[in-house]
């Protein structure tokens, strides 16, 4: 061996090893970066896989046949500055394609095709000088003596690192400067092997000896179609294992993250143990059995995990990640080491007869795996679902990997049929009471769907209320009453705004019974747009009893939000932005500067109004100030209005209608019970009385782009933070609540009668915000004594009379102990709050067990037309 290829070696390994940090890097940056351009994330990341894949195999396979007089190091050199080139090109190119993108009015189908397409061109090339790479590193160490499974195994490592690199580039630096940063790395190692180039001189030699392993000689394309076949299965399992345990432990950047790690590092560590298997006769038999077993295995594992999961307490976001981490290494680890050992193994099996066999085998397995990523992506999650691919993969391993083996056709089949028995009672997805056994643990699914974009549950508690969820996650979208109520303020707030609406545009339709609330106000266009197909066909199907059959009435448009407003040219007089998850992977691109800037070209520009609803327990102080610096960024006019604990940013094209036109406008409807409707019983001065103020002016500071991220990384830690707080945000939000007269005067309100109505109502929001702070904080006494001072303030705010009838039906049990009677004290409630649910099931009860029949029947009545799904 050559003396100074030996004491360089090393080094070449471990620059290999960055390179693997670099490849995924690139990977995962430019997979989110293509996410956002086309709006659909789970096709561009589909579509990103497929592409390198595709890349690394053609590379791989080019680079074999290579009959080199270079030396290969300096190749690489040449390649990895070529990749890092790209790497700063690529900017540019995202944006040239999204702009010829956009140009077309495509259908979400051809939509999902073009953005492939445009996928496998823009990543084919840097992945294919990748992929080049793997090929020459094996001929510049074919003197030395590191093994295949060495090289490989510490490629994947590094790829483990640069899986984990952008959780902290993009939320520091951005997404530009983080891959400018990347690239700047590629360039270093491209000047580390042109100097190792002028070091080192690397002679190509064929490999030791091959030993007898005990598997039968086959052809090369047999192996080639075999090994590819493994590729796909792999791919197969980590994008239905990346939407499964993405979904149980909560689809964050953190998470997505941690899982492609894992997946990486069985991988890596496999690949460094293949040499320990070498001289097992029966490794092929053994790796497929074990990993396809297991890959089903990990599926019964599923409701353990999910009760893990909903148990489960951390002190921080790391303590959970590494906690989590540690379980999918758990359940994906004999797999995936199965699948790390393979190259190495199958690579020393056939180095006799295929001269660098390694790198064509790599070659073939990564073709494979991009096919398997397609078919994995847009075919068998969406027809089949996410189980029943991973039984699929699981299968197609087995019977990929046995094609090397000489056992008895029996004794395979036996296995096989074991196989098939293991995956056949896990082969559909759980049910919800399964995969939250505490929060829903008694409920039952009425539906089910699942497309890859997400999956859809419309489940049944036990009292017969309905809640939709999209991948686990509840989407504010409940049948019970004050849900209802509350999800209808959502369109009355910005409707009652404009003051004359004639189209309204909700981003984001659920269950549709946000937009139910605009079923009251006359003459109004209706259009919403959402990209689940489950949640469109709950809100058609599963609540209408709830939400008035609203979709009858709606055009509701199956598409991404954020391409829908690209390509749509019709303006709106008022477009409303739903509340959603914004922690979630993708989603707070919907609270960026780019996605408020082009819900700003679809307002009607004299006097258009757009309202973004943001739940509170959702954000931090920081993160909040964020959102709404980016959203003053915009709307410079912009306001503020709380309703409950939901926050509502209002945005103005042009002016806003002054009070005296909004009061116009309720009084020009001619049917009082229409007008109680629209304003939900609370009559407009409540309304103006939830006014905030504008927009604070927050300085300079951290803005949300999709480029330069934020809150998707900020909000997850706050689930674990212990020194987040409801009431700080409650104080931060007072901190800049306007006098009452300087709000009167912002709102255009003049006249002592219309001041004193204002007053009032101002007054309550105010002193029951607070009365929630003392809650929040422990102080029960205080919150009672201002919650009833702010109903004496506005008896008509309905988070005003709720809470005070909520603490009265709280105390029943204590004022029957002091002598009330119970059917007197429940009146009492009734009269705070006509609706209260819980109020009216009491009397209704104690009426059928006094024998008042008739009585009975009219509460029973009232409970109905209040709650119709609820269950006697």
């Given at each position: 061996m050559n003396k100074v290829m030996r004491r360089w070696s090393g080094v070449v390994v471990a620059l290999y090893c960055v390179s693997g940090v670099t490849a995924l890097a690139y990977q995962v940056l430019w997979a989110r970066m293509l996410a956002l351009q086309f709006g659909v994330s789970i096709f561009g990341i589909v579509a990103t896989v497929a592409?390198?894949?595709?890349?690394?195999?053609?590379?791989?396979?080019?680079?074999?046949?290579?009959?080199?007089?270079?030396?290969?190091?300096?190749?690489?050199?040449?390649?990895?500055?070529?990749?890092?080139?790209?790497?700063?090109?690529?900017?540019?190119?995202?944006?040239?394609?999204?702009?010829?993108?956009?140009?077309?009015?495509?259908?979400?189908?051809?939509?999902y095709v073009y953005e492939f397409i445009a996928a496998l061109i823009l990543l084919m090339l840097p992945a294919t000088l990748l992929g080049m790479g793997f090929p020459l590193i094996l001929r510049a160490l074919s003197n030395s003596r590191i093994s295949l499974g060495t090289i490989y195994g510490v490629n994947a490592l590094g790829g483990v690192v640069g899986a984990l690199i952008p959780l902290a580039l993009l939320p520091s630096v951005g997404w530009l400067a983080a891959n400018y940063s990347i690239a700047a790395l590629g360039f270093f190692l491209a000047v580390s092997f042109l100097v190792l180039s002028r070091r080192v001189e690397c002679h190509v030699h064929c490999s030791d000896v091959v030993k007898n392993t005990g598997v039968r000689q086959v052809s090369h394309w047999g192996s080639y179609l075999a090994y590819a076949g493994v590729g796909a299965a792999a791919?197969?399992?980590?994008?239905?294992?990346?939407?499964?345990?993405?979904?149980?432990?909560?689809?964050?950047?953190?998470?997505?993250?941690?899982?492609?790690?894992?997946?990486?590092?069985g991988i890596g560590v496999g690949s460094l143990l293949a040499k320990r298997l070498l001289l097992l006769r029966n490794t092929l038999v053994i790796l497929p059995v074990f990993a396809s077993l297991f890959a089903v295995l990990s599926l019964w594992a599923i409701p353990w995990l999910a009760d893990w999961v909903e148990s489960s307490q951390y002190a921080s976001l790391t303590t959970a990640l590494l906690s989590q981490g540690v379980v999918i290494v758990l359940l994906t680890a004999p797999v995936t080491l199965a699948l790390g050992m393979w190259l190495p193994v199958l690579s020393r099996h056939l180095e006799n007869t295929m001269p660098l066999a390694g790198a064509k085998l790599y070659g073939v397995n990564s073709l494979g795996a991009a096919l398997g990523a397609c078919l994995a992506g847009f075919v068998m999650i969406p027809l089949l679902g996410t189980t029943l691919t991973i039984c699929v993969a699981a299968v197609l391993l087995f019977t990929a990997g046995m094609y090397w083996v000489t056992a008895p056709r029996i004794r395979l089949i036996g296995l096989l049929l074991l196989l098939l028995l293991l995956a056949f009672p896990v082969a559909m997805l759980p049910q919800v009471n399964v995969l939250l056994p505490h929060s829903l643990g008694a409920s039952r699914d009425l539906y089910f769907y699942e497309d890859a974009v997400s999956i859809s549950h419309v489940v049944e508690r036990q009292d017969g209320q309905r809640l939709l969820l999209g991948d686990l996650q509840r989407m504010d979208a409940s049948s019970e009453p004050s849900a209802v109520v509350a999800q209808q303020n959502q369109a009355r707030l910005p409707l009652l705004l404009h003051g004359n609406p004639r189209s309204v545009l909700f981003l984001g339709v659920g269950t549709g019974i946000s937009a139910s609330g605009s079923l009251p106000f006359p003459g109004l266009e209706r259009v919403g747009v959402e990209l689940s197909a489950?949640?469109?066909?709950?809100?058609?199907?599963?609540?209408?009893?709830?939400?008035?059959?609203?979709?009858?009435?709606?055009?509701?448009?199956?598409?991404?939000?954020?391409?829908?407003?690209?390509?749509?040219?019709?303006?709106?007089?008022?477009?409303?932005?739903?509340?959603?998850?914004?922690?979630?992977?993708?989603?707070?691109?919907?609270?960026?500067?780019?996605?408020?800037?082009?819900?700003?070209?679809?307002?009607?520009?004299?006097?258009?109004?757009?309202?973004?609803?943001?739940?509170?327990?959702?954000?931090?102080?920081?993160?909040?100030?964020?959102?709404?610096?980016?959203?003053?960024?915009?709307?410079?006019?912009?306001?503020?209005?709380?309703?409950?604990?939901?926050?509502?940013?209002?945005?103005?094209?042009?002016?806003?209608?002054?009070?005296?036109?909004?009061?116009?406008?309720?009084?020009?409807?001619?049917?009082?019970?229409?007008?109680?409707?629209?304003?939900?019983?609370?009559?407009?001065?409540?309304?103006?009385?939830?006014?905030?103020?504008?927009?604070?002016?927050?300085?300079?500071?951290?803005?949300?782009?999709?480029?330069?991220?934020?809150?998707?990384?900020?909000?997850?830690?706050?689930?674990?933070?212990?020194?987040?707080?409801?009431?700080?945000?409650?104080?931060f939000l007072l901190d800049y609540r306007p006098s009452v007269a300087i709000a009167a005067v912002k709102l255009g309100i003049s006249g002592d009668a219309e001041f004193e109505q204002f007053e009032r109502a101002y007054a309550a929001v105010g002193l029951v915000t607070k009365s929630w702070i003392a809650a929040v904080q422990g102080d029960n006494q205080a919150a009672e004594r201002l919650v009833r001072f702010a109903y004496s303030a506005n008896e008509k705010d309905r988070w005003v009379g709720f809470d005070l009838a909520d603490r009265m039906y709280a105390s029943v049990s204590q004022a029957v102990a002091a002598g009330y009677q119970r059917d007197v004290v429940l009146q009492q409630i009734l009269k705070i709050r006509a609706d209260h649910e819980g109020a009216i099931k009491e009397l209704w009860q104690l009426a059928e067990r006094a024998g008042d029949h008739e009585q009975a029947v009219k509460y029973r009545a009232r409970l109905k037309q209040l709650s119709p799904l609820a269950k006697e």
């Open positions: 592409a390198f894949m595709l890349g690394l195999g053609a590379g791989s396979l080019i680079g074999a046949r290579w009959r080199l007089s270079w030396q290969p190091l300096f190749l690489l050199a040449l390649l990895e500055a070529g990749v890092a080139l790209f790497a700063i090109a690529i900017p540019f190119l995202f944006d040239l394609s999204g702009g010829l993108l956009r140009a077309g009015d495509l259908s979400l189908k051809t939509w791919l197969m399992l980590e994008i239905a294992w990346t939407r499964l345990f993405g979904m149980i432990l909560l689809r964050t950047e953190y998470v997505l993250a941690v899982i492609l790690a894992m997946f990486l590092l489950g949640a469109i066909h709950a809100a058609k199907y599963w609540f209408t009893q709830v939400n008035d059959d609203v979709s009858s009435q709606m055009r509701v448009v199956r598409d991404d939000v954020r391409r829908f407003l690209q390509r749509d040219a019709k303006n709106y007089d008022v477009i409303i932005g739903d509340l959603f998850h914004p922690d979630l992977v993708g989603r707070s691109a919907l609270l960026s500067v780019e996605q408020f800037q082009r819900v700003r070209a679809r307002l009607t520009p004299e006097n258009g109004l757009y309202v973004q609803w943001l739940a509170l327990n959702q954000f931090d102080v920081a993160s909040l100030q964020v959102v709404l610096r980016t959203f003053r960024h915009v709307f410079p006019k912009g306001e503020l209005f709380l309703d409950g604990f939901r926050l509502a940013l209002v945005g103005y094209a042009g002016q806003r209608s002054a009070t005296a036109k909004l009061l116009h406008y309720l009084e020009g409807v001619n049917e009082a019970q229409k007008r109680q409707a629209m304003t939900g019983g609370e009559g407009l001065w409540t309304w103006l009385g939830r006014y905030y103020g504008p927009l604070p002016d927050l300085g300079s500071g951290a803005m949300q782009m999709e480029r330069s991220p934020y809150i998707e990384y900020r909000l997850p830690k706050i689930r674990f933070s212990e020194d987040y707080s409801l009431a700080s945000l409650l104080l």
